[in-house]
């Protein structure tokens, strides 16, 4: 070796410790629906072999989502711009929606055994970092309980989405973009509106028979919720909208 030179030292991936999403992991499932099981895909990051999610082997041809969990097969991230401009990797949106392709029996409350909201074949939105994600049948799926899906969406556009249970779809109220004393605000400067409007409300909570409890805000309605609150999208008309349940609402306006 000559003098004054460095040679990295050899890297070994199997020195790597064991994640999620690192190193596939196999689980076993009832065996029920008529899913096959394909190749699974894997991808390269700077070396090492990392799999996009628990990998479950394609010797398991079926799985059975149990209790009130479901099982949806996400939506591909879409790779290009409206304007048709190819986007790479880092710079696509991670989706939130998906197909269910399965669901459980449901749940026991009380003496009432409480079917799944949603159906086989439905497009749903989920919450962020819901659920475990696996790579099952060739595709990359998700299984979660049905509280963290977040509405019904068979549209492209967050406007139309039917909200679940106790969620709100609300309409964010756009930012002031000037002080009190007349000065501009810059983008970064502007504080993040906590007001909008109602555009959907969910069926209600069930209590503990099993029925369901309206809630108190109807669409419509001008709330204030928390701020840090619920789940944002972006609508095709570039309004800002959220998703959130509603014990995040504080008040009612009007």
Same mark, same amino acid.
């Given at each position: 070796?000559?003098?004054?030179?460095?040679?990295?030292?050899?890297?070994?991936?199997?020195?790597?410790?064991?994640?999620?999403?690192?190193?596939?992991?196999?689980?076993?499932?009832?065996?029920?629906?008529?899913?096959?099981?394909?190749?699974?895909?894997?991808?390269?990051?700077?070396? +090492?072999?990392?799999?996009?999610?628990?990998?479950?082997?394609?010797?398991?041809?079926?799985?059975?989502? +149990?209790?009130?969990?479901?099982?949806?097969?996400?939506?591909?991230?879409?790779?290009?711009?409206?304007?048709?401009?190819?986007?790479?990797?880092?710079?696509?949106? &991670?989706?939130?929606?998906?197909?269910?392709?399965?669901?459980?029996?449901?749940?026991?409350?009380?003496?009432?055994?409480?079917?799944?909201?949603?159906?086989?074949?439905?497009?749903?939105?989920?919450? &962020?970092?819901?659920?475990?994600?696996?790579?099952?049948?060739?595709?990359?799926?998700?299984? +979660?309980?049905?509280?963290?899906?977040?509405?019904?969406?068979?549209?492209?556009?967050? &406007?139309?989405?039917?909200?679940?249970?106790?969620?709100?779809?609300?309409?964010?109220?756009?930012?002031?973009?000037?002080?009190?004393?007349?000065?501009?605000?810059?983008?970064?400067?502007?504080?993040?509106?906590?007001?909008?409007?109602?555009?959907?409300?969910?069926?209600?909570?069930?209590?503990?028979?099993?029925?369901?409890?309206?809630?108190?805000?109807?669409?419509?309605?001008?709330?204030?919720?928390?701020?840090?609150?619920?789940?944002?999208? &972006?609508?095709?008309?570039?309004?800002?909208?959220?998703?959130?349940?509603?014990?995040?609402?504080?008040?009612?306006?009007?």
């Amino acid at each position: 070796m000559a003098s004054g030179q460095l040679t990295a030292p050899a890297f070994s991936a199997r020195l790597v410790p064991s994640f999620e999403g690192l190193r596939p992991s196999a689980a076993k499932f009832a065996s029920v629906g008529p899913f096959k099981a394909g190749s699974l895909a894997q991808r390269s990051f700077r070396g +090492l072999v990392v799999r996009a999610a628990t990998v479950v082997a394609p010797k398991y041809t079926s799985l059975k989502p +149990l209790g009130d969990r479901v099982l949806i097969k996400i939506k591909t991230a879409e790779e290009k711009t409206q304007g048709g401009i190819l986007l790479p990797t880092t710079a696509q949106t &991670k989706p939130q929606g998906g197909e269910v392709v399965a669901v459980g029996e449901g749940r026991t409350i009380g003496k009432s055994q409480i079917e799944i909201s949603v159906k086989t074949g439905s497009q749903v939105v989920y919450s &962020k970092y819901a659920g475990t994600e696996l790579e099952f049948s060739g595709s990359n799926h998700l299984i +979660l309980k049905e509280d963290d899906i977040l509405g019904i969406l068979e549209t492209d556009d967050v &406007k139309d989405l039917k909200p679940l249970n106790e969620r709100i779809l609300i309409k964010v109220a756009e930012a002031e973009v000037k002080t009190a004393g007349g000065l501009l605000l810059t983008e970064a400067s502007k504080e993040k509106p906590s007001i909008g409007t109602a555009i959907a409300v969910g069926p209600g909570p069930l209590d503990d028979e099993g029925n369901r409890k309206p809630l108190s805000v109807s669409a419509g309605n001008t709330v204030m919720y928390s701020k840090y609150a619920g789940n944002d999208f &972006k609508g095709s008309d570039g309004s800002d909208y959220i998703v959130l349940r509603a014990s995040d609402v504080m008040a009612v306006l009007s």
